[in-house]
């Protein structure tokens, strides 16, 4: 599937089929790994065929079942939007294999996951990865308006970008997250209170620069 039809089929998921990723998968995220560890500075590890984070196999945990595999999101501390962001990168690289996800921050167990951390770094959170036993279902967002000072008139790229936005996940649907445009360029903030709401922001960020196709030099 190209970018696009990810981002409008991929969901939140919670239940797994509790099996690690095949091989060929695994490889293929290992590498979009990589690039995103060079480009961005960060530590993400694959985790993959380990039981213990989310108790696969037992009843429940945090309403998830049958996960074995995720993503660690380390990286250097104070950079909640780049987690985000290249986090998000790697989740559409994975919906584009077939592969569920979720972001996940509370509902696991948190000394139990695996991933090596240097001194200066930090666990911010996971992604829940695997074959799911649905493909999870998607809740209602926000109007374009509702997020951004968009109007009738304004550059198509600019409303393809916002398309995008709402469609990210965030931290209880919340979207709390408000973009602006001037001229050719854009700003986007995050909008009031909320929880890991730069995390947030850097997965709607990315998600407008795919549905805009103006890439990162878009940002005011």
């Known amino acids: 599937m190209d970018i696009m039809e990810a981002i409008r089929s991929r969901h939140s998921v919670r239940k797994f089929d509790n099996r690690a990723?095949?091989?060929?998968?695994?490889?293929?995220?290992?590498?979009?790994?990589?690039?995103?560890?060079?480009?961005?500075?960060?530590?993400?590890?694959?985790?993959?065929?380990?039981?213990?984070?989310?108790?696969?196999?037992?009843?429940?945990?945090?309403?998830?079942?049958?996960?074995?595999?995720?993503?660690?999101?380390?990286?250097?501390?104070?950079?909640?939007?780049?987690?985000?962001?290249?986090?998000?990168?790697?989740?559409?690289?994975?919906?584009?294999?077939?592969?569920?996800?979720?972001?996940?921050?509370?509902?696991?167990?948190?000394?139990?996951?695996?991933?090596?951390?240097?001194?200066?770094?930090?666990?911010y959170m996971v992604i829940a990865l695997g074959y799911g036993l649905s493909n999870g279902t998607a809740h209602k967002g926000k109007s374009i308006e509702k997020v951004s000072d968009y109007k009738e008139g304004d550059p198509e790229w600019y409303k393809r970008g916002l398309e995008a936005a709402i469609l990210a996940p965030t931290a209880l649907n919340q979207q709390k997250f408000r973009?602006?445009?001037?001229?050719?360029?854009?700003?986007?903030?995050?909008?009031?209170?909320?929880?890991?709401?730069r995390v947030d922001l850097g997965i709607v960020k990315y998600h407008f620069e795919l549905g805009s196709e103006k890439g990162p030099d878009i940002w005011e």
């Not at 993959?48 to 998830?64: H, L, N, R, V």
């Not at 696991?108 to 695996?114: D, E, L, P, S, V």
């Not at 973009?179 to 709401?197: E, L, M, Q, Y």
């Open 21 to 123: 990723l095949e091989k060929k998968d695994a490889d293929i995220l290992t590498q979009e790994v990589e690039l995103c560890n060079k480009e961005s500075g960060f530590h993400f590890q694959l985790i993959t065929d380990e039981p213990e984070a989310f108790q696969a196999g037992k009843p429940s945990y945090g309403q998830f079942t049958g996960c074995r595999n995720y993503l660690a999101i380390i990286g250097p501390k104070e950079r909640e939007e780049d987690a985000g962001y290249y986090g998000e990168r790697i989740v559409l690289k994975a919906q584009g294999l077939g592969i569920n996800s979720c972001w996940v921050a509370l509902t696991y167990k948190r000394g139990k996951a695996q991933g090596e951390m240097n001194v200066d770094e930090k666990l």
């Open 179 to 197: 973009f602006t445009r001037n001229g050719d360029k854009v700003s986007a903030r995050v909008s009031g209170w909320g929880f890991n709401t």
